[in-house]
């Protein structure tokens, strides 16, 4: 009964501590279904489509949402501002999307998915901007579907092999949403290494993954993960251009340079202060995408009044 009580209050201060400065809470604790839908291979998936121009299709995080990741921060509205097609996806396991509860129904599959909206709109290529496990997806597309993509930005996340540290935080992770136990292996995970947080952070944040989440489905898809490892080869090989952002207190930062040393056209750009978590919303990081997909975009359309 402790427990519980101390969970609820942490969440109470999270979320008027921490997220009351963003002004609004609905994309925390729910966000309307403004989207469409499509079936890919079975799976309804939910998906945002607005503006012109060249398209940019948006992935989310691990146990995000496009509201969390994308609209929130501004990314959205800000690619719709500058002239592109911002189309935000609710990745299967995730938001609005489908849930489904086999292993065999994530890793590359989710990959294919965004083939699949593409094809689903009539669109042969487009940039492709993940974050964190929206990065993995992107950085799997170069290797199966490299052909379908202008550009590549990758926040969060670099080339990440399943051993060591990560494949104990994964296994971490599976072993504890096996069990009823949540997400703190991977909170914990992903917190700047000098900035250690207590109980109260903890609970408020897996109390919140979990609100948004169904922690079976979400169990499956960290079980089909490995499946996302790229193929060093197939990354040597690409000639997509990949912006790779990551914040200088996320953990993660030295995959960055593990993928600078693959990709031809790789550029590493360090967002100060912020971490894994504040990435998205952090100064310059939405500014530092727009240079680069403008950089890349080969549409004469001129940016929207």
Not at 42 to 71: C, F, Q, S
Not at 163 to 182: D, V
Not at 258 to 281: N, R, Y
Request: aromatic fraction near 8%; include cysteine; charged fraction near 25%.
């Amino acid at each position: 009964m402790l427990r519980k009580r101390r969970t609820y209050i942490a969440l109470a201060v999270f979320l008027l501590v921490g997220y009351s400065a963003q002004g609004n809470l609905s994309g925390y604790l729910g966000y309307e279904d403004e989207g469409e839908y499509f079936f890919a291979d079975g799976v309804k998936l939910h998906y945002l489509d607005e503006g012109a121009g060249e398209p940019v299709i948006l992935l989310h995080g691990y146990g995000m949402n496009m509201e969390i990741t994308w609209r929130q921060p501004g990314a959205f509205d800000a690619l719709v501002g500058d002239g592109f097609r911002a189309i935000a996806l609710d990745m299967r396991g995730h938001g609005y999307s489908a849930k489904p509860y086999a292993e065999e129904r994530y890793g590359t599959e989710m990959v294919e998915d965004v083939v699949r909206l593409m094809d689903h709109l009539g669109i042969e290529k487009a940039h492709i901007a993940g974050n964190s496990l929206g990065a993995l997806v992107g950085i799997k597309m170069l290797e199966l579907h490299p052909d379908r993509m202008r550009s590549l930005i990758a926040c969060g996340m670099g080339y990440m092999r399943y051993e060591g540290e990560a494949k104990q935080a994964a296994e971490n992770l599976t072993a504890s949403l096996a069990r009823g136990g949540g997400f703190e292996p991977l909170i914990r995970y992903l917190q700047p290494p000098d900035e250690p947080i207590g109980w109260m952070e903890v609970s408020a944040g897996d109390a919140l993954v979990r609100m948004w989440n169904d922690e079976h489905a979400l169990l499956e898809m960290t079980r089909a993960m490995p499946q996302l490892e790229p193929d060093p080869a197939a990354l040597r090989r690409t000639d997509v251009p990949v912006l790779n952002l990551i914040g200088a207190k996320d953990p993660l930062i030295e995959n960055v340079d593990k993928l600078g040393a693959l990709v031809p056209d790789h550029q590493k750009v360090v967002i100060e202060g912020a971490s894994h978590f504040t990435l998205i919303g952090s100064p310059g990081t939405i500014d530092t995408m727009l240079e680069f997909l403008e950089a890349h975009r080969t549409d004469a359309l001129p940016p929207m009044a």
